[in-house]
């Protein structure tokens, strides 16, 4: 497989900071799967505290398994990036759920979401230069809008992949995605 057909099977999943697209991800997940597709990977649904965004869960699609990933209350043995604290041990955890993915050649990896910290090298940078040099699985990557570009960039991802959630249903989106996977 060419560099160019290797980069084609990887999506962004667009929207505004804490616009809903994790859970636009979550459901997006239903229906892939609905359709027979295998889906792996892992999502990132936050948590609330006084209408301010507290925290994030890491939650592997497949299992249902949930480990903490980061809070904005300082934790012992955590990293401090910008206003939370992330857990290490989530990221090596993470890791290890791509490469089942991997191995077991599941159809769609997701990963939620990609961020400043990829952009700067950390977090799940290290799990995306490894999938966007596999041969494998379609990927959907999250990503705020107002980073979309700069990651479109940095891992050359064209226009053509780009979903936006305020602009495609996710039945759509499915679609697509369906067909892409099934090449």
């Known amino acids: ?76 043995a955590w990293i401090k990036y910008r206003r939370f604290w992330f857990n290490a041990d989530a990221f090596i955890q993470g890791r290890e759920w791509i490469q089942a993915c991997l191995e077991q050649q599941t159809g769609i990896v997701v990963i939620d979401e990609v961020g400043p910290m990829e952009l700067e090298g950390m977090g799940w940078s290290e799990t995306l230069e490894l999938l966007k040099g596999s041969s494998g699985p379609v990927q959907l990557w999250s990503v ?27 039945n759509q989106a499915a679609d697509r995605i369906s067909i892409e996977a099934n090449k």
């Open 1 to 76: 497989m060419s560099s160019a057909e290797q980069q084609q099977s990887i999506f962004l999943i667009t929207g505004n900071t804490q616009g809903g697209k994790t859970s636009y991800l979550t459901e997006l997940v239903k229906l892939l799967g609905k359709s027979g597709l295998s889906v792996g990977g892992f999502l990132a649904p936050g948590s609330f505290e006084s209408g301010e965004r507290s925290g994030f869960k890491l939650k592997n699609i497949t299992s249902g398994v949930e480990l903490a990933m980061a809070s904005t209350k300082e934790t012992a």
């Open 144 to 170: 705020r809008e107002n980073l979309a570009e700069e990651v479109k960039q940095r891992w050359d991802i064209p226009d053509s992949h780009v979903i936006r959630i305020d602009e495609v249903e996710v």
